[in-house]
Protein backbone atom coordinates (compact mmCIF):
# COMPACT_ATOMS: atom_id res chain seq x y z
CA UNK A 1 0.00 0.00 0.00
CA UNK A 2 1.61 3.29 -1.16
CA UNK A 3 0.45 5.04 2.08
CA UNK A 4 2.47 2.76 4.34
CA UNK A 5 6.38 3.10 4.01
CA UNK A 6 8.70 1.30 5.90
CA UNK A 7 9.14 4.47 8.45
CA UNK A 8 5.49 4.20 8.67
CA UNK A 9 5.34 0.70 10.12
CA UNK A 10 6.31 1.73 13.77
CA UNK A 11 3.40 4.07 13.60
CA UNK A 12 0.88 1.71 12.66
CA UNK A 13 2.01 -0.40 15.37
CA UNK A 14 1.60 1.54 18.04
CA UNK A 15 -1.63 2.95 16.66
CA UNK A 16 -2.87 -0.37 17.58
CA UNK A 17 -1.29 -1.22 20.58
CA UNK A 18 -2.59 1.85 21.43
CA UNK A 19 -6.29 1.09 20.77
CA UNK A 20 -6.19 -2.44 22.01
CA UNK A 21 -5.09 -1.37 25.35
CA UNK A 22 -7.15 1.76 26.00
CA UNK A 23 -9.71 2.14 28.28
CA UNK A 24 -11.70 4.37 26.47
CA UNK A 25 -11.06 5.62 23.30
CA UNK A 26 -12.93 8.48 20.92
CA UNK A 27 -12.57 9.74 17.79
CA UNK A 28 -12.58 13.03 15.89
CA UNK A 29 -12.88 13.84 12.53
CA UNK A 30 -13.12 17.22 10.04
CA UNK A 31 -13.10 17.70 6.39
CA UNK A 32 -10.43 16.00 5.48
CA UNK A 33 -11.90 12.69 5.52
CA UNK A 34 -14.95 14.37 3.37
CA UNK A 35 -12.58 15.46 0.87
CA UNK A 36 -11.74 11.68 -0.30
CA UNK A 37 -15.73 11.27 -0.24
CA UNK A 38 -15.53 14.21 -3.36
CA UNK A 39 -16.77 16.87 -0.62
CA UNK A 40 -15.57 19.95 -1.28
CA UNK A 41 -13.43 21.89 1.44
CA UNK A 42 -14.55 24.63 3.17
CA UNK A 43 -11.30 25.98 3.70
CA UNK A 44 -7.42 25.98 2.25
CA UNK A 45 -6.44 25.62 -1.37
CA UNK A 46 -9.48 24.52 -3.43
CA UNK A 47 -11.80 25.42 -0.74
CA UNK A 48 -15.28 26.68 -1.24
CA UNK A 49 -14.93 29.74 1.22
CA UNK A 50 -11.41 30.35 -0.51
CA UNK A 51 -12.94 30.74 -4.14
CA UNK A 52 -16.20 33.00 -3.14
CA UNK A 53 -15.18 34.26 -0.24
CA UNK A 54 -16.37 32.98 3.50
CA UNK A 55 -20.21 33.14 4.24
CA UNK A 56 -21.44 36.14 6.29
CA UNK A 57 -19.64 36.26 9.93
CA UNK A 58 -23.60 36.86 10.64
CA UNK A 59 -25.38 33.98 8.88
CA UNK A 60 -27.39 33.37 11.88
CA UNK A 61 -28.56 36.76 13.05
CA UNK A 62 -29.71 36.89 9.40
CA UNK A 63 -31.75 33.85 9.54
CA UNK A 64 -33.61 34.89 12.90
CA UNK A 65 -33.93 37.80 11.50
CA UNK A 66 -35.73 36.85 8.12
CA UNK A 67 -36.43 33.03 8.51
CA UNK A 68 -38.64 33.36 5.68
CA UNK A 69 -36.28 34.64 3.49
CA UNK A 70 -33.43 31.61 4.83
CA UNK A 71 -36.07 29.14 3.32
CA UNK A 72 -37.04 31.22 0.00
CA UNK A 73 -33.22 31.69 -0.80
CA UNK A 74 -32.82 27.87 0.21
CA UNK A 75 -35.24 26.52 -2.13
CA UNK A 76 -34.29 28.59 -5.16
CA UNK A 77 -30.49 28.15 -4.86
CA UNK A 78 -29.49 24.48 -4.01
CA UNK A 79 -25.49 25.65 -3.81
CA UNK A 80 -22.88 23.42 -4.65
CA UNK A 81 -21.89 21.98 -1.35
CA UNK A 82 -25.29 20.73 -1.28
CA UNK A 83 -25.50 18.76 -4.24
CA UNK A 84 -22.33 17.43 -3.28
CA UNK A 85 -23.42 16.15 -0.08
CA UNK A 86 -26.24 14.61 -1.84
CA UNK A 87 -24.15 12.54 -4.26
CA UNK A 88 -21.26 12.16 -1.55
CA UNK A 89 -20.87 8.31 -0.20
CA UNK A 90 -19.35 7.21 2.72
CA UNK A 91 -15.34 5.66 2.20
CA UNK A 92 -13.35 2.77 2.92
CA UNK A 93 -11.97 4.49 5.85
CA UNK A 94 -15.63 5.97 7.31
CA UNK A 95 -16.39 2.25 7.43
CA UNK A 96 -13.27 0.79 9.23
CA UNK A 97 -14.41 3.52 11.75
CA UNK A 98 -17.42 1.51 12.63
CA UNK A 99 -14.91 -1.45 12.25
CA UNK A 100 -13.83 -0.13 15.38
CA UNK A 101 -16.71 1.35 17.12
CA UNK A 102 -17.76 -2.62 16.19
CA UNK A 103 -14.53 -3.80 18.30
CA UNK A 104 -15.77 -1.33 21.34
CA UNK A 105 -12.27 0.09 20.33
CA UNK A 106 -14.55 3.77 19.19
CA UNK A 107 -16.55 5.14 22.12
CA UNK A 108 -17.92 8.03 20.39
CA UNK A 109 -17.00 9.84 17.20
CA UNK A 110 -16.65 13.92 17.62
CA UNK A 111 -17.01 15.17 14.01
CA UNK A 112 -16.89 18.66 12.46
CA UNK A 113 -18.29 17.48 9.46
CA UNK A 114 -22.04 17.99 8.07
CA UNK A 115 -22.32 15.21 5.58
CA UNK A 116 -23.90 12.60 7.30
CA UNK A 117 -21.31 10.01 5.53
CA UNK A 118 -20.04 8.29 9.28
CA UNK A 119 -24.29 7.50 10.10
CA UNK A 120 -24.98 6.32 6.29
CA UNK A 121 -21.42 4.18 6.85
CA UNK A 122 -23.23 2.51 10.16
CA UNK A 123 -21.90 4.49 12.80
CA UNK A 124 -23.87 4.61 15.77
CA UNK A 125 -22.52 7.35 18.61
CA UNK A 126 -21.41 10.01 16.51
CA UNK A 127 -21.90 13.60 18.05
CA UNK A 128 -22.17 16.31 15.19
CA UNK A 129 -20.55 19.55 16.39
CA UNK A 130 -21.82 21.78 13.37
CA UNK A 131 -24.68 19.42 12.40
CA UNK A 132 -25.88 17.29 9.88
CA UNK A 133 -26.95 18.50 6.75
CA UNK A 134 -29.93 15.91 6.14
CA UNK A 135 -31.51 17.09 8.95
CA UNK A 136 -33.39 20.04 10.29
CA UNK A 137 -33.67 21.39 13.86
CA UNK A 138 -36.90 23.56 15.79
CA UNK A 139 -34.34 26.48 17.20
CA UNK A 140 -37.06 26.35 20.48
CA UNK A 141 -37.25 22.66 20.94
CA UNK A 142 -33.99 21.81 19.72
CA UNK A 143 -35.47 18.50 18.26
CA UNK A 144 -33.82 17.40 15.03
CA UNK A 145 -36.03 15.42 12.37
CA UNK A 146 -34.58 13.99 8.72
CA UNK A 147 -35.06 16.12 5.73
CA UNK A 148 -38.30 14.19 4.45
CA UNK A 149 -40.65 14.10 8.19
CA UNK A 150 -41.08 18.35 7.53
CA UNK A 151 -42.96 19.40 4.58
CA UNK A 152 -41.72 22.16 2.59
CA UNK A 153 -44.27 24.35 1.38
CA UNK A 154 -43.58 27.66 -0.55
CA UNK A 155 -46.84 29.06 1.00
CA UNK A 156 -45.93 28.37 4.68
CA UNK A 157 -42.44 29.55 5.15
CA UNK A 158 -40.38 29.04 7.29
CA UNK A 159 -41.17 25.51 8.09
CA UNK A 160 -42.88 24.68 12.11
CA UNK A 161 -42.42 22.11 14.62
CA UNK A 162 -44.72 19.62 14.72
CA UNK A 163 -43.89 19.43 18.36
CA UNK A 164 -44.07 23.30 19.26
CA UNK A 165 -44.52 25.34 16.32
CA UNK A 166 -40.89 26.50 16.58
CA UNK A 167 -38.86 27.83 13.58
CA UNK A 168 -37.31 24.98 11.99
CA UNK A 169 -33.63 25.70 10.35
CA UNK A 170 -31.09 23.15 8.49
CA UNK A 171 -29.52 21.30 11.74
CA UNK A 172 -26.45 22.62 10.45
CA UNK A 173 -24.57 25.17 13.08
CA UNK A 174 -24.47 28.64 10.96
CA UNK A 175 -21.54 31.12 11.23
CA UNK A 176 -22.81 33.35 14.53
CA UNK A 177 -24.85 30.22 15.82
CA UNK A 178 -23.78 28.33 18.89
CA UNK A 179 -22.76 24.79 18.88
CA UNK A 180 -26.16 23.46 20.04
CA UNK A 181 -25.35 22.41 24.02
CA UNK A 182 -26.83 19.27 23.40
CA UNK A 183 -24.02 18.11 21.36
CA UNK A 184 -21.53 20.33 23.07
CA UNK A 185 -22.60 18.64 26.32
CA UNK A 186 -21.52 15.04 25.00
CA UNK A 187 -18.36 15.77 23.54
CA UNK A 188 -16.94 17.25 26.46
CA UNK A 189 -18.33 14.34 28.74
CA UNK A 190 -16.60 11.79 26.05
CA UNK A 191 -13.38 13.69 26.21
CA UNK A 192 -13.26 14.10 30.08
CA UNK A 193 -13.38 9.97 30.33
CA UNK A 194 -10.99 9.40 27.38
CA UNK A 195 -7.90 7.88 28.00
CA UNK A 196 -7.20 7.78 23.86
CA UNK A 197 -8.38 9.91 20.63
CA UNK A 198 -8.10 8.81 17.37
CA UNK A 199 -8.09 12.21 15.37
CA UNK A 200 -8.52 12.22 11.34
CA UNK A 201 -8.57 14.67 8.86
CA UNK A 202 -8.52 17.68 10.40
CA UNK A 203 -5.75 20.29 12.16
CA UNK A 204 -8.32 20.41 14.82
CA UNK A 205 -7.60 24.67 15.33
CA UNK A 206 -10.86 25.66 15.07
CA UNK A 207 -13.12 26.02 18.68
CA UNK A 208 -14.51 24.09 20.01
CA UNK A 209 -12.97 21.15 18.42
CA UNK A 210 -9.31 22.12 19.04
CA UNK A 211 -10.34 21.57 23.06
CA UNK A 212 -11.15 18.00 22.91
CA UNK A 213 -7.56 16.41 22.23
CA UNK A 214 -5.97 18.97 24.29
CA UNK A 215 -8.19 17.57 27.21
CA UNK A 216 -7.40 14.19 26.59
CA UNK A 217 -3.79 14.65 26.41
CA UNK A 218 -3.45 16.48 29.40
CA UNK A 219 -5.31 14.05 30.94
CA UNK A 220 -2.61 11.78 30.28
CA UNK A 221 -4.30 10.11 27.30
CA UNK A 222 -3.19 9.30 24.20
CA UNK A 223 -3.19 10.99 20.55
CA UNK A 224 -3.22 9.04 17.10
CA UNK A 225 -2.93 11.20 13.89
CA UNK A 226 -4.02 10.72 10.83
CA UNK A 227 -3.59 13.08 8.40
CA UNK A 228 -2.01 13.87 4.96
CA UNK A 229 0.09 16.51 6.37
CA UNK A 230 1.52 17.47 9.75
CA UNK A 231 -0.89 19.68 12.22
CA UNK A 232 -0.45 21.97 15.01
CA UNK A 233 -1.24 18.45 16.77
CA UNK A 234 1.50 16.63 15.09
CA UNK A 235 3.49 17.62 17.99
CA UNK A 236 1.31 16.42 20.82
CA UNK A 237 0.79 13.16 18.86
CA UNK A 238 1.93 9.70 20.75
CA UNK A 239 2.03 8.49 16.64
CA UNK A 240 1.23 9.87 13.44
CA UNK A 241 0.28 8.34 10.16
CA UNK A 242 0.41 10.31 6.73
CA UNK A 243 -1.62 9.43 4.39
CA UNK A 244 -5.14 9.33 2.97
CA UNK A 245 -7.97 8.58 5.51
CA UNK A 246 -9.59 5.99 3.34
CA UNK A 247 -6.28 3.82 3.48
CA UNK A 248 -4.55 4.56 6.69
CA UNK A 249 -8.20 3.49 8.48
CA UNK A 250 -8.27 -0.07 6.81
CA UNK A 251 -4.82 -0.48 8.06
CA UNK A 252 -5.00 0.21 10.92
CA UNK A 253 -8.11 -2.30 11.56
CA UNK A 254 -6.23 -4.36 10.29
CA UNK A 255 -3.47 -4.88 12.37
CA UNK A 256 -6.19 -4.05 15.47
CA UNK A 257 -7.54 -7.47 14.33
CA UNK A 258 -3.70 -9.20 14.03
CA UNK A 259 -3.71 -8.33 17.64
CA UNK A 260 -6.92 -9.25 18.99
CA UNK A 261 -6.30 -12.76 17.64
CA UNK A 262 -2.53 -13.43 18.64
ZN1 LIG B 1 -39.82 22.36 18.50
Redesign the pocket.
Known sequence: MAAQGDGQAWAFERAAELLVSSRYTIGMTGAGVSVESGIPPFRGPGGLWTRDGEPPLDAYQRFLADPKGYWEQRLDAPNEIVQALMRAQPNAGHYAMVALEQLGMLRCLITQNIDNLHRAAGHQQVAEIHGNAQRLR??????RFPLAAIPISRDALPPR??????I?KSDTVHFGEPIPPDVLEVCFREARQADCMLVAGTSAFVYPAASFPQMVKEQGGALIEVNLYETPLTPLADCSLRGPFAEILPAVVERVRAKLIA
Do not use: H, L, S, V
Open positions: CIQCRQCPECAGI
